[in-house]
Structure formats: C-alpha cells, structure tokens
C-alpha cells in the first residue's frame, strides 16, 4: 500500500537514473547499538520499577494484539527485555526530524545558505551526499540502513508473521523545480545486498495549494517473503543554487516502523 498525499501522481519523471539495486547508494556503517535498557538516561532520576515476565507479556500482548492473540519466543530472548526495547510500533531511524521542523505548521521561511547541512541540526545515524545535477541544481542525498536484530526483531518473526513494514515521509512543497522529492527503500536480506522488496517513488509538484505546504509520502510493505534483516532507506530533496547560497527543498519526520497488520 502507498500513499501520496497532495499529489497528483506518482513515480515518473525522474530527472536522475533510479537506483536499480542497493549497491548503488554507498551502504551507511551499521546503526549504534541502543543504549542498556538497564542504565537510566538521567543518571539523577531513580530508575523506573520494571515489570516481572509475566506482565511484561501480558502488557505487550495487550498493546500489540498479535494475529492469533499470542507470540513464541526463539531461546534467549524475554518478554521483559522486548518490554524495554519495543521494537514494534516505534521509529526505527535515527534523528528522523534532524532540524527541528513542525509538519502541523507550514515550513518556516528560510533563504539562500552558505551552511552546510550538517551545521543546521543533528544528522547523527544519516549518511549524506550532494549529487550535483544540470542548470545549477543538485539533490542532497540521506540514508540509513536499520539492521532490524540489532533493533530487538527476531528472525522467526520477521520469517513466519511477516509483520507490515510502513515508510513513511514528510517533504516541503518548495517548487524549485517539477520533481524536488524521491524515496527510495529495500527491504534486504542478512548480506545487505539481496533485494526481497523494493519501493521507488518520485512525486511530481501539482503546484496546488500554497507553497511550502508539507507533503506526505508513504508505503507499507506486506507479505514480503522470508529473510528480511534489514531496511535501507534513501530519500533525495533538490537544491538550487543561487548568488545568496543554496535554496533547499527541506524533509522531515521520515520513520520506518514494524507493527501487526490491523
């Protein structure tokens, strides 16, 4: 299922060669391990009272509502550690709204800028790139690759339920040219290079509405096969350059997040 939201149309036009498989893109180093459940992130606060296996179950069951109405646990792994991790219904990217920007509010006026973007927020888990492109245009190129184990999912999980995985993105409607946006995700096995699902979109500016409004982009893949492990994902925003500096097309609140089909 994919949704564009204030849009017209999907995918065509293209002004850049799509990726036909992941080696294109660099791969991002390995995404940092989370911290111990066990250490508090404010070393002043006490720590909060954990709850035993058996509630721990019951709350995740009660929150997740699994197909079926209960889940099997491959040895080693606990309902209270799955209690801390949550590794469902959560955004598994890094810094998914690195410069602080509201979608509830229209983007906030901004120029030209001599700044590179690293400076304008926290970019940490992203690595970036510039691709520079024809009539003084260029796309800032974003990604992370979420090694789905290392966020707390198991194998058998992701093999046997298949749960829906849902990408989902927030571009500004800056108009510097027909397409200023892409997403591009797979879904890879445990070499992070076989392709098991893949999603490429490029929306076309309908050029509706005020300028700067906030678009939607989203898609959930479901029944992708086994041996899923891990997720890259790859967003594009186009740049233009102008006697002031660079005018940026600006994103915000990308997540990818693993939850039970409703």
């Not at 510039?130 to 690759?145: A, D, G, I, P, R």
């Amino acid at each position: 299922m994919e949704e564009v939201r204030d849009r017209h149309a999907l995918g065509g036009g293209m002004e850049t060669k799509e990726p036909g498989s992941p080696q294109e893109p660099p791969s991002p180093p390995p995404p940092p391990s989370p911290p111990s459940p066990s250490t508090p992130e404010n070393p002043g606060l006490p720590t909060p009272e954990q709850p035993s296996e058996a509630h721990a179950r019951q709350l995740l069951m009660e929150e997740w509502k699994p197909p079926g109405g209960s889940l099997e646990l491959p040895p080693g792994l606990t309902w209270k550690l799955l209690f801390l991790r949550r590794p469902l219904y959560r955004n598994l990217l890094h810094s998914p709204n690195p410069e602080g920007i509201n979608i509830y509010e229209p983007a906030p006026p901004t120029g030209p800028t001599q700044q590179p973007l690293d400076t304008l927020g926290n970019f940490h888990g992203w690595y970036i790139k510039t691709e520079k492109l024809l009539h003084n245009l260029s796309w800032t190129v974003k990604q992370q690759c979420v090694n789905l184990l290392a966020e707390g999912l198991w194998e058998e999980l992701l093999d046997d339920e298949q749960p829906d995985i849902t990408v989902m993105d927030w571009y500004e409607d800056s108009r510097l040219d027909v397409c200023v946006y892409e997403l591009h995700v797979w879904l890879l096995a445990a070499d992070r290079q076989t392709v098991i699902a893949q999603h490429h979109v490029a929306p076309r500016t309908s050029r509706r509405g005020s300028p700067g409004c906030w678009i939607q982009v989203s898609h959930v893949f479901r029944q992708y096969g086994p041996g899923v492990r891990f997720v890259h994902f790859l967003h594009k925003t186009k740049n233009r350059r102008e006697p002031g500096g660079l005018r940026r097309t600006r994103v915000t609140d990308s997540s990818v997040s693993v939850q039970f089909r409703e």
